[in-house]
């Protein structure tokens, strides 16, 4: 314990160095924190509709920010049919290169926030009201948090986008008694923050997490409670539809003269353009008038978009905190190591705040491989050719799944595959686009093109023999990890005192056989469990994390129709994790039921006073504990069933 102790100290003052030079940094560049929110007489600043009309509203002075009405953020919304495709994110008056307001590599990816917080002192009172993002606007702007707690989402070389050098936390932020609602990502979300405080806020129809916080020092969160959203219309690669357009549109600019065969037709850059900005229109427009892509109108666009059970389909979760940095990969081990991208969160307490609904429908994404990763476009979106329609599961990109299938395309592919080719022609030289993330190899594009030809290139199986295939990803390659209420990662000193975890379930299936049986070994790169991860349902997660006080929480109805459910999980190599007087009082799967598990490499935790009914498995096994330890030196300890 003497250890960890120290380890913390010397981490805290590794994370406060850090933060000193970044919010330097950032300084030096125009923002300022130099007002006192403990001083006697804060000012006070209200917000109204009207001050979201052109884009996020941007907290650079410390104060109290009051709500005196809802607020739906819908920035720019599209006059005509012509401006849907790149609707509703950021002008090029708005930047700051041209006068305005907003910077160009931090925006760049459009208004990634309602609120972007990059002070410290500050107080956000939510007066009884709600803020979220419009319909609209979670549509078109795919990657999104309600309250961004800093100038930027990304530390800097994270994230599908060069965002900027500099990074601004914010520090010392309450959030208050109101609604956080709609977000096509986070409800609150940040890096490297100090002392957080959330009360007394319902968050409603988030897509990934209500509350995700990396490398936070001092998170309380009381009183609060979480439901995902149920009516979502698409599925992830409408983002990637979305986030490949700027490439197309440099091409046009510039005149390119790159082309793209496919099954033997040539098309230009403005053709594959003209195709996706109307596909992007159709979608647009159908959901805008009737919540979902019309089938009989559009059947391409329903096939590749179209979101049919309304729930997310990557990782799903309530409440997550993890090292500084990142979540996309597996779970993690504990912080260590370099300074700077091992800081984790440290001094969290969760009180009365849980889970009260989320589903999820996750979807893994198989990928062609390219090294230790999957070919990408220069987003990061995976380029997808194992794409299936929902009514009969036949392939959209690929013609079949046979040894003989070749490519037919779509709308995303080809449009990734030409600018693919024109980063490798270097059209892009003169662009101030990023293309270090484009992957996709010279063996796919003449794969691509030999199509239609009847020549035994054209065929799947010579690619594959080439490349092979990476699984257990989604739509960004992130790891697949599944469905789960409190997900604590990368976590050093946490309470937890009358939490729960309820009505969470998990309807997407296994992983694909095409990576083969990899029940005991790792399909992705960066995964740290074997297996596929994605199908699995769990209650509350304690992942690289030590000195845990978890007291009086409860787990109900959790359900993986294809996966293992999990009450209370500790695994990798958590430490000092007690769990006292906590619950889990219904569990359904395919796999495993399971009540509380014990990973192999877990050591110094407890289980006890604690009681688990109402596990139900149709294939698997039902343990009210699982202890896959079994080694003396890990010191575990379980005891008194209290059923």
Not at 349 to 377: A, P, R, W, Y
Not at 574 to 595: N, P, T
């Amino acid at each position: 314990m003497l250890y960890l102790e120290m380890q913390i100290q010397f981490i805290k003052v590794l994370l406060l160095l850090f933060l000193v030079v970044i919010t330097k940094a950032g300084n030096d560049n125009g923002n300022t924190n130099n007002a006192n929110f403990n001083s006697e007489k804060p000012t006070i600043y209200h917000l109204v509709q009207e001050d979201f009309e052109d884009g996020t509203y941007i907290i650079s002075e410390p104060g109290v920010y009051i709500l005196d009405e809802d607020i739906s953020f819908d920035p720019n919304p599209p006059s005509n049919t012509d401006e849907i495709p790149q609707c509703c994110t950021v002008m090029d008056s708005q930047l700051l290169s041209n006068g305005g307001r907003y910077d160009d590599k931090a925006y760049n990816l459009g208004f990634f926030a309602a609120i972007a917080i990059e002070t410290s002192d500050v107080e956000i009172d939510l007066n009884g009201h709600t803020i979220e993002q419009s319909e609209r606007h979670a549509l078109m702007q795919r990657f999104f948090a309600v309250i961004e707690l800093a100038d930027q989402p990304f530390i800097p070389k994270q994230g599908p986008n060069d965002f900027g050098p500099c990074f601004v936390p914010a520090e010392n932020v309450y959030i208050h008694d109101g609604t956080i609602g709609r977000s096509s990502h986070h409800g609150i979300h940040g890096n490297g923050n100090v002392d957080v405080h959330i009360e007394n806020v319902d968050f409603i129809g988030y897509e990934i997490a209500a509350v995700h916080l990396n490398g936070v020092d001092g998170l309380l969160v009381e009183n609060c409670d979480a439901k995902n959203r149920d009516d979502l219309p698409v599925m992830g690669i409408f983002s990637s539809a979305l986030f490949i357009q700027d490439y197309l549109n440099y091409l046009m600019s510039v005149n390119s003269g790159i082309t793209l065969t496919v099954q033997g037709v040539v098309l230009s850059i403005e053709d594959i353009s003209d195709a996706l900005k109307q596909s992007i229109v159709n979608v647009y427009e159908d959901i805008m008038a009737n919540g979902f892509i019309d089938m009989m109108t559009h059947p391409d666009e329903h096939a590749l978009f179209q979101n049919i059970k309304g729930v997310i389909d990557g990782n799903a979760y309530g409440f997550v905190t993890n090292k500084f940095g990142v979540a996309v990969n597996g779970f993690p081990l504990l912080p260590g190591g370099a300074p700077f991208t091992t800081i984790p969160s440290t001094n969290v307490e969760f009180k009365n705040t849980g889970v009260s609904q989320q589903g999820s429908n996750i979807h893994e994404i198989v990928g062609l491989k390219k090294g230790s990763g999957v070919m990408t476009d220069p987003r990061g979106s995976v380029f997808q050719i194992r794409n299936q329609r929902h009514h009969d599961d036949s392939f959209i990109t690929i013609s079949d799944d046979s040894n003989d299938a070749e490519y037919v395309g779509n709308v995303v592919a080809n449009a990734q595959l030409v600018v693919s080719k024109a980063v490798m022609a270097g059209e892009f030289a003169g662009s101030s686009l990023d293309v270090s993330r484009n992957s996709i190899t010279q063996d796919v594009i003449d794969w691509v093109e030999t199509g239609g030809s009847g020549q035994q290139t054209a065929k799947i199986s010579n690619l594959i023999d080439l490349t092979g295939y990476f699984c257990n990803g989604d739509s960004m390659f992130h790891v697949n990890k599944g469905a789960i209420g409190f997900k604590i990662d990368g976590t050093i000193g946490i309470k937890m005192t009358d939490c729960y975890a309820n009505n969470i379930s998990n309807i997407g299936i296994s992983g694909s056989d095409v990576c083969g049986d990899y029940k005991d070994s790792y399909s992705h790169p960066f995964a740290t469990l074997k297996g596929y991860g994605g199908s699995h349902t769990r209650g509350f997660t304690f992942a690289g994390s030590s000195d845990g006080d978890i007291s009086k929480c409860s787990v109900s109805n959790l359900s993986s129709e294809n996966g293992k459910s999990i009450g209370f999980d500790i695994f990798t190599d958590s430490i000092g994790i007690k769990i006292d007087l906590c619950d889990v009082f219904a569990a359904e799967s395919m796999h495993d039921a399971v009540g509380f598990h014990f990973g192999s490499d877990t050591s110094q935790s407890e289980i006890k006073n604690y009681c688990a009914v109402n596990l139900s498995s149709s294939m698997g096994s039902e343990m009210e504990i699982q202890d896959e330890s079994n080694q003396p030196q890990s010191r575990n300890v379980v005891k008194n069933n209290k059923c």
